[in-house]
């Protein structure tokens, strides 16, 4: 039985990117592995979210998505362009049922902010 997921996102610079994640959206960082680092942990609540330098796999970097279900988009928003977020658009409701936002890292790689409403 699945229980649980983690996005691996490939980064240009694991140390910028973890700045960025950590300032700018919010999330800790769990850990940092290899000297100098080429791969990290990111955490908030319960999503977490891993990082992978570009020169440690073959995958290129910015071509990473996920979705993360929040309590409050519009709270959540406002607090992303309060830190500096790159925020790409603001939130909507869209009738498959989702209020959402997209964001994305230093690299493209997107993050979607979405909370349930109900369906048009």
Do not use: W
Not at 22 to 43: H, I, K, S, T
Not at 54 to 71: E, F, N
Not at 94 to 119: C, T
Request: proline residues 4%; contains cysteine; glycine residues 10%.
């Amino acid at each position: 039985m699945m229980r649980a997921s983690t996005a691996v996102f490939t980064v240009g610079d694991i140390a910028a990117s973890l700045a960025y994640y950590r300032d700018r959206l919010g999330f800790d960082v769990a850990f940092e592995y290899g000297e100098p680092a080429f791969y990290a942990g990111l955490c908030s609540g319960t999503v977490t979210l891993h990082l992978i330098a570009a020169g440690h796999t073959p995958r290129l970097p910015g071509q990473g998505a996920v979705t993360i279900d929040v309590d409050d988009v519009d709270a959540l928003h406002a607090d992303l362009v309060r830190r500096g977020a790159r925020v790409l658009k603001a939130p909507a409701n869209y009738d498959y049922g989702l209020r959402d936002f997209d964001v994305a890292d230093l690299d493209g790689n997107v993050l979607f902010f979405a909370m349930e409403i109900p369906k048009s």
